[in-house]
């Protein structure tokens, strides 16, 4: 069956079954030994994530190898690579549902999930990068306090703040606002009487009446509408912590859509790095189908595609600009101590995301999920780019130092992919990973019941 034919769920589906296969995972009482392997495993690495922090706050942020000139390193590259992961779920969310894409149906829900845990481990790096957080992270924030101190907001750290605490307001809002149909469905259908307890207080009592579906559609646009905003001007205002600079290679025009593009590729491939192993684990199959991985792998190429002409206009700005300073900076990403990095990259986000032109390689789900993992890390890479040989190499040749990241932040970052596994994985075991109720409006039964 040609992709284009193929429904956004199989057949052989009823209201039923849809409901059953959905809801069985977190209404049963029996945990799967692979569920419980992974999680073990993403527990060490959180437990990483706590040793590494709680020793940082002991000794201070010496103890990684931010230096002079690299005071932005493996904290900043990591802020903004966990900030783009959680692009995808925004985007399948708000600005697929106002465009009633209904294939986004079957992921819109754990992409959300990705979103979230993304955000929360994304503010972990701005947080301790401050040295003493306890005493200076909240003057991020601006309050009436007595010694009349505010934010300084032509700083764009302080956009920083502001941007992504928004997002995740927003994203937690219309996560939860989502789930509350299918949390009523989990209170009617659960035996235990602590879990009819916890998903009938979740549900905030939804009866499913005319009333509640009216305000349910209104909330959901909404927050749609404020989410689609949020897609282009999170990560925006991220490339305004670089743009806004005079630092070579980081003033230039193109950070703010260079910035998305490389979000939304990012993101995606993290959605499908989830999705295929989720579906076969779970044989969710027949929900999340070939059209799904189908579809999303052609937003992977279209940004991709994007993100390599961001590229190409990184080294035609620095020919062009005819400053000595801005051809020395690309000079010495692509032949000076950190070339491999940059050449890596380019293999990765430029020639190898050419695969996706072929539909035997966006069919295969095992080659597209080691793609997938490959763009995360190419992602990275690229982050590792933009900010350590800009700095390393600084206007005076007397300030130029070597950057080297030390085993701390290695810890740290392993630890916030363990905490950010595990979160997804408690997610998938207790909440329904796929919308019970959207997928049933793609029924044929569906379709039937309204004409009536």
Same mark, same amino acid.
């Given at each position: /069956?040609? +992709?284009?034919? &193929? ?26 030994? #692979? !569920? ?8 060490? #690495? ?50 697929? +549902? ?38 200076? %992270?909240? !003057? ?27 997002? %995740? ?8 606002? #989502? ?94 790095? +989830? %999705? ?6 779970? #044989? ?33 700005? %620095? ?9 020395? /900076?690309?000079?010495?990403? /692509?032949?000076?101590?950190?070339? !491999? ?64 990241? &030390? ?14 596994? &595990? ?9 329904? /990973? ?19």
């Amino acid at each position: /069956m040609a +992709l284009q034919e &193929t429904p956004v769920i199989l057949p052989g589906h009823d209201f039923e079954t849809v409901t059953e296969t959905i809801a069985e995972i977190p209404l049963s009482r029996r945990f799967p030994l #692979g !569920w419980i392997g992974i999680i073990l495993v993403a527990l060490a #690495g959180a437990g990483l994530l706590q040793m590494a922090l709680g020793y940082l706050v002991l000794k201070g942020i010496g103890l990684w190898g931010n230096n002079a000139p690299v005071g932005w390193a493996f904290d900043i590259i990591n802020f903004v690579w966990w900030i783009g992961i959680g692009h995808a779920g925004t985007l399948i969310s708000a600005i697929l +549902l106002l465009f009633k894409q209904q294939w986004r149906m079957s992921i819109s829900r754990f992409a959300e999930a990705m979103t979230i845990f993304a955000v929360i481990c994304a503010a972990i790096f701005p947080i301790f990068h401050t040295g003493r957080p306890w005493l200076a %992270a909240y !003057w991020l924030f601006p309050y009436p306090n007595t010694m009349g101190l505010w934010p300084q907001f032509k700083s764009p750290l302080i956009w920083d703040v502001f941007a992504v605490s928004t997002y %995740a307001t927003v994203s937690v809002v219309f996560w939860y606002v #989502g789930l509350i149909p299918d949390f009523a469905t989990m209170r009617d259908r659960a035996v235990s009487r602590v879990k009819a307890i916890v998903f009938g207080t979740l549900s905030l009592g939804w009866r499913g009446s005319a009333r509640h579906w009216h305000r349910y559609e209104v909330a959901t646009l909404i927050l749609a509408g404020l989410s689609t905003p949020l897609v282009l001007s999170v990560h925006t205002v991220v490339s305004f912590d670089f743009a806004v600079s005079v630092i070579p290679g980081w003033h230039a025009t193109i950070f703010p859509p260079y910035f998305v593009a490389g979000a939304i590729y990012s993101g995606f491939a993290m959605v499908l790095s +989830l %999705a295929i192993p989720v579906r076969r684990f779970y #044989g969710m199959e027949s929900l999340i189908t070939m059209r799904h991985i189908d579809n999303m792998a052609k937003i992977m190429l279209a940004t991709g595609l994007m993100v390599g002409y961001g590229y190409a206009m990184e080294a035609f700005f %620095a020919w062009y600009s005819a400053s000595p300073h801005e051809r020395f /900076m690309m000079w010495n990403r /692509m032949f000076g101590p950190y070339a !491999w990095s940059y050449w890596a990259l380019i293999s990765i986000n430029v020639v190898m995301i050419q695969l996706l032109w072929f539909k035997r390689v966006r069919t295969n789900t095992t080659l597209l999920f080691v793609m997938s993992l490959f763009v995360n890390v190419g992602m990275w890479l690229e982050r590792f780019v933009i900010i350590v040989t800009s700095l390393n190499r600084d206007f005076v040749p007397s300030s130029w130092g070597m950057y080297y990241p &030390t085993r701390w932040d290695f810890m740290t970052f392993f630890g916030t992919i363990g905490l950010f596994l &595990t979160l997804f994985l408690l997610f998938l075991r207790f909440v329904p /990973m796929i919308s019970i109720f959207e997928v049933k409006t793609l029924l044929p039964q569906a379709k039937v019941k309204a004409e009536h």
